[in-house]
């Protein structure tokens, strides 16, 4: 038996045993004697009366063992011309005086503190800070508009709002002043004070319930730790969409950390004092657990990068900053690098660092197409490895545990599951899926620690949302399938499975067909509706740089592509060039919102899209050729 096997059955045959165990990697104030215990839902709940706070183990315990002179924060600001080392005692020196702050403001255990910050080192200060003090932090990515910001205002019910004055893109400064003013106008909670972090690239205008960061640091002595219950929240962080009101996730405090440093071991192979760069923003699960926690609590230097490297023309930008900070380990989106290989696909750029550094290059976030994963595979002298897990369950789900045991990669697989989560398929009847036959994929109680513990003042929701499909399961809403050796294929989110004429076919697996084109740099499959077979699907692609062929050529080699390796029952025949698709800011494609288009449903611009106009030329190319007939076109 292998490693990799050992450590997984032992995590799923003695749990309780097995996280003990992983307990003992981070300080505690009162170690948990109740491991694990389920709550009224039967969800499980970990370490609930230990005591401790992930403030501390992340930072006063490192400078207390010798830690206190190593760079805890790279930051690197392209889009400022700056660049900030800030050392383990600097950090919890500001974090200490701003949590001062924030209880001179009202701040106690368990109030609520919204954060909107953009990627500056005040961001991580802000969110250790209101851990120091046991409140419960929710951030708010920077730059949704008033109206998304305000809804989490209501469902969170801040005592206190801290935020930016602005952010910086590559080419605008966008005001964040005005949208906290208009945000709790919309509001009827009333935080008691908001703090403005002031940038000088653009101020705010202050108001009566108004604090000047550095004022008010000035005036505020530092806080000391407050020791917090293992099964307290540390955060809530709301789930984006496009409609209804978002989920907001809570995450508790000591699985989180436990599970965590665990996973920076035996997932990320990563050592204290090592650098690790997570080019993802504070306002999304990754820059939660892997820029702003996960690094420290190991001992770590996480970089902290302002920057759209993929949006700018230098798309050397990831090997720049791998080479100068000597990064070990690079997380980033699969988006990213299908977009770097449109701008530089024989990767000349990459030539001019020396990322010898770099032992392991991880993608999550959105499938790795089999064609990005090749790429990458014969760019690089290091493993590629996917990896696939959720805002809900806080760090991965299934990985390549290089820490652990590196297995050999399969391209299109976030590789095996990761101990202590016990991944299964089900059908539709809730039946075991056999290999190589797709089903919705679920995982086991108990999740492992670290995982969600709730919706935010809205435990039905939880239970209807995650718990109720399956009994005894939670329902991770994607789909997919375990081959003969057990690895596990994600196609994609169980809503992207597509019914044409009674059969139902995964737009992933249209996705990846497409995408291995030579032609093809990025794309998406969505089904629209139709009166004869229910739904078909069409192709939305954006062609390399430098593709100077006839579009009608190429996608009839598209569609002859599909039919070859799919079959004709996929219905594949209609394929639209387009320059850009809508994205969220940490860099997924909207299909969501490219379905709700396709069903001719009235749509407005989400301000989780990166360039509103991507949105429109879409629908104004869709519209223009009339996919397929014209009661599509009426529809689009």
């Known amino acids: 038996m292998t490693t990799y096997k050992k450590e997984f059955q032992r995590s799923i045959q003695q749990p309780e045993s097995f996280w003990a165990e992983q307990a003992k990697r981070i300080p505690w104030f009162k170690p948990a004697n109740t491991i694990l215990e389920y709550d009224e839902q039967g969800h499980a709940r970990w370490f609930i009366d230990g005591e401790m706070n992930i403030c501390h183990a992340a930072l006063d315990h490192h400078v207390e063992h010798g830690r206190g002179d190593q760079p805890a924060i790279y930051w690197d600001s392209p889009v400022t011309a700056s660049k900030r080392t800030i050392t383990y005692r600097e950090l919890l020196d500001q974090v200490a005086r701003f949590a001062g702050a924030l209880k001179t403001l009202g701040v106690e255990k368990g109030d609520r503190v919204v954060l909107y910050m953009p990627m500056v080192p005040e961001a991580l200060v802000a969110m250790y800070a209101c851990a120091r003090l046991g409140a419960v932090h929710s951030v708010v990515f920077g730059g949704f508009a008033p109206n998304e910001l305000a809804v989490r205002i209501e469902d969170a019910q801040p005592k206190v709002v801290v935020a930016a004055s602005c952010g910086v893109e590559v080419d605008r400064v966008i005001p964040y002043k005005p949208n906290i003013d208009a945000a709790v106008e919309l509001s009827s909670h009333k935080p008691d004070a908001c703090v403005i972090f002031q940038r000088e690239q653009l101020l705010g205008e202050m108001g009566p319930r108004d ?356 079959g004709a029952i996929a219905c594949f025949k209609e394929v639209l060039v387009v320059d850009r698709l809508p994205k969220t800011r940490s860099g997924k494609i909207l299909r969501k919102l490219l379905r709700s288009i396709a069903d001719g449903k009235e749509y407005g611009v989400p301000s989780t899209i990166d360039d509103p106009a991507s949105l429109q030329e879409v629908h104004e190319a869709m519209l223009k050729r009339e996919i397929g007939s014209a009661h599509n076109a009426r529809q689009l």
């Not at 960061?213 to 809530?236: F, H, R």
């Not at 192979?269 to 080019?279: H, L």
């Not at 699907?537 to 190429?554: A, Q």
């Open 211 to 566: 604090h000047d960061w550095a004022e008010l640091i000035s005036q505020s002595a530092p806080a000391e730790c407050v020791a917090v219950k293992g099964g307290d929240p540390l955060y809530v962080l709301y789930t984006s969409g496009t409609t209804g009101k978002p989920k907001g996730v809570v995450r508790d405090t000591a699985g989180y950390a436990v599970a965590l440093h665990y996973s920076m071991e035996v997932i990320y192979q990563m050592e204290p004092g090592e650098v690790f760069f997570s080019a993802s923003d504070v306002g999304w699960v990754v820059g939660h657990s892997y820029i702003v926690y996960a690094p420290l609590l190991r001992g770590c230097t996480t970089v902290v990068y302002e920057g759209k490297p993929v949006r700018t023309p230098d798309a050397g930008a990831f090997w720049r900053l791998v080479s100068e900070y000597r990064v070990k380990s690079f997380f980033t989106a699969p988006t990213a690098f299908r977009a770097i290989k449109k701008e530089d696909p024989d990767g000349s750029l990459l030539r001019q660092y020396d990322i010898s550094c770099m032992k392991a290059l991880y993608l999550a976030g959105e499938r790795l197409d089999p064609p990005t994963y090749h790429w990458l595979d014969d760019l690089l002298d290091v493993p590629v490895i996917d990896h696939w897990w959720q805002t809900e369950t806080g760090w991965p789900i299934a990985a390549n545990l290089a820490g652990l045991e590196l297995l050999p990669t399969k391209a299109g697989s976030a590789s095996v599951p990761v101990p202590g989560f016990n991944v299964q398929l089900l059908d539709h009847e809730g039946k075991q899926a056999k290999a190589m036959e797709q089903g919705s994929v679920v995982i086991k109680q108990p999740l492992p620690p670290g995982c969600l513990i709730g919706v935010w003042q809205d435990p039905q929701r939880f239970q209807s949302a995650y718990m109720a499909a399956y009994p005894g399961y939670y329902l991770t809403g994607d789909g997919g399938y375990f081959d003969q050796d057990g690895y596990l294929f994600i196609m994609g989110r169980t809503d992207d499975v597509i019914n044409i004429a009674g059969h139902r076919l995964s737009t992933g697996e249209m996705e990846e067909v497409v995408g291995s084109h030579k032609a093809v740099a990025e794309c998406a499959v969505i089904g629209i509706h139709d009166s004869l077979r229910g739904q078909v699907p069409v192709g939305l692609v954006i062609p390399k740089d430098g593709f100077d062929g006839d579009e009608l050529t190429l996608e009839n080699e598209l569609i002859a592509l599909v039919r070859e390796k799919i």
